[in-house]
């Protein structure tokens, strides 16, 4: 099911018997033995499986409508059979009544299934890659320390005719970064020149740290936070909630010079140009939930690495107050994390030019070319550096 999204499961031009026993090699390399690699190649297998598992409704609640599937991936994942089934479909809730407490199992409809199914799906990929990512730190790691030139290449603007979640994410990250240049290059360096009663004529240039509020403060609530606040009231998928989401944005956001309210989603005027979201999925996307019942499952597997990749202490998890993680605040606090890492560094910019959109050579649009180094901020960066 996972694969077959594409319309087509193999890329022209592509050796896959090739590229994976390159990936085999790439993996010594690193220095994970045959029983990771195998624990490894074992972990996709059970995703790809997960994917199969299928669900029928019976009286508004769901079962499971594929069991050979359900019962090879449980193989795959070396949990019970039955277990597995059972967190798919339903979840535990504690409630409290007075001074005793209980926990009671709700059994989940068709739709929620699928959402956990595909939840733990998520959850495992996010987890082997970051294993990975780790792992191949590790094994590059330098026993001396010492000076280093770091290399951060990151998508571009993104504007297509159809924007969602994903897009909204990675214009906020770029937001992020012309924050910076502008801190570096064009603010701090006009400062400096007052600073040092330097005569000059200043240089206007657009600060995009009013559009950066926009997306993500807390008070008043940008974007990030409104979202959360309506992941935060939902149990599981719902078709409405993506339109309560635009509702309750509309009604927080809507004077703010740099949003408009549209018919299937809003407008972000970017620094890089007025970028149209449609929000069909973004609570989906943002969720990043997984139930603790899974996480329990997945800690009784009997594969250690398995086990290994599910760290969480479960009973502080439990009583925590805090709101679930979702993949809006992550990415939040990542960019945050990656801004205070550059501001501790002395940044070099390589600001890459598109000369068309068609990817032919010789094929120069000079209006294209001159709407990049308006919103980059070039004109008035090479003013300053004069």
Not at 17 to 28: G, Q, V
Not at 240 to 259: P, R, T, Y
Request: hydrophobic content about 35%; proline content about 3%; some cysteine.
């Amino acid at each position: 099911l996972y694969l077959s999204g594409g319309g087509s499961h193999k890329v022209e031009g592509t050796n896959d018997a090739h590229d994976f026993n390159e990936t085999l090699k790439a993996m010594s390399v690193m220095g994970l033995d045959e029983r990771k690699q195998s624990d490894i190649l074992r972990t996709v297998a059970a995703i790809l499986h997960l994917g199969n598992v299928t669900f029928t409704e019976k009286g508004n609640y769901a079962e499971i409508a594929t069991p050979p599937s359900l019962q090879f991936t449980a193989h795959l994942l070396q949990v019970e059979k039955e277990q597995l089934s059972s967190k798919l479909r339903s979840r535990k809730f504690d409630s409290k009544w007075g001074s005793e407490a209980d926990s009671i199992d709700v059994t989940l409809t068709l739709e929620q299934a699928t959402y956990t199914r595909d939840a733990l799906a998520k959850d495992l990929y996010a987890r082997l890659f970051d294993f990975l990512v780790k792992q191949v730190n590790e094994a590059m790691q330098t026993r001396v320390e010492g000076n280093s030139i770091g290399i951060l290449d990151i998508y571009g603007f993104e504007i297509f005719n159809r924007n969602g979640f994903e897009q909204f994410c990675i214009n906020f990250v770029n937001e992020k970064l012309q924050q910076i240049f502008i801190q570096l290059t064009l603010k701090a360096e006009q400062e400096e020149y007052v600073a040092e009663d330097i005569k000059w004529r200043p240089i206007e240039y657009f600060n995009n740290q009013v559009v950066v509020e926009l997306m993500e403060d807390r008070n008043p609530p940008g974007v990030f936070c409104i979202l959360d606040d309506v992941c935060a009231t939902q149990h599981a998928v719902n078709r409405g909630v993506d339109i309560d989401f635009q509702k309750k944005l509309n009604n927080a956001v809507k004077s703010h010079e740099h949003f408009l309210l549209t018919r299937e989603g809003f407008v972000i005027r970017h620094y890089a140009g007025n970028v149209s979201y449609n929000v069909e999925g973004f609570c989906d996307r943002n969720r990043d939930v997984l139930f603790l019942d899974l996480i329990q499952l997945m800690q009784s597997s009997d594969n250690a690495f398995m086990r290994s990749l599910f760290p969480e202490e479960i009973a502080a998890a439990s009583k925590t107050k805090s709101r679930p993680t979702t993949a809006g605040s992550k990415i939040r606090s990542q960019a945050n994390k990656l801004v205070a890492r550059l501001m501790a560094c002395s940044p070099h910019y390589i600001r890459c030019i598109k000369p068309n959109e068609n990817k032919r050579p010789k094929d120069f649009d000079s209006e294209r070319v001159h709407h990049q180094v308006e919103y980059l901020g070039l004109r008035e960066n090479i003013r300053v550096r004069r």
